[in-house]
Nanobody, 127 residues
Framework: QVQLVESGGGLVQAGGSLSLSCAAS????????MGWFRQAPGKDREFVAA????????YYADSVKGRFTISRDNAKNTVYLQMNSLKSDETAVYYC????????????????????WGQGTQVTVSS
């Protein structure tokens, strides 16, 4: 059974930082592209970042470029999202997801590319 378990969410002031983790089990982690999405209340789920199987390629939403960093440790079956200079409108539930897409392409910007999802972790940015 595949499980993706996010952690690291919480309350932070605008301008602050948080580091999210997502621990995967039940799948061959190194064979999956990993992504982070977020969903704010009343809004659609949106792409945040994705990383290739070898960590050699990353994609970011324009809104987070230069502030967020996605990384992975295949030995620990974990993907990370370092978030700096957080803004109040980035309050959302953050989800990690795994895609068996293969070589990473811009398809990973779409939620439909992902096979498995975590339960999400709440990030609240106070202004």
């Amino acid at each position: 059974q595949v499980q993706l378990v996010e952690s690291g969410g919480g309350l932070v002031q605008a301008g602050g930082s948080l580091s999210l983790s997502c621990a995967a089990s039940g799948l061959t982690f190194s064979k999956y592209v990993m992504g982070w999405f977020r969903q704010a209340p009343g809004k659609d789920r949106e792409f945040v970042a994705a990383i290739s199987r070898s960590a050699g390629t990353t994609y970011y939403a324009d809104s987070v470029k230069g502030r967020f960093t996605i990384s992975r440790d295949n030995a620990k079956n974990t993907v990370y999202l370092q978030m700096n200079s957080l803004k109040s409108d980035e309050t959302a539930v953050y989800y990690c997801a795994a895609s068996s897409l293969g070589p990473i392409t811009t398809d990973v910007l779409l939620s439909t590319a992902y096979n498995y999802w975590g339960q999400g972790t709440q990030v609240t940015v106070s202004s």
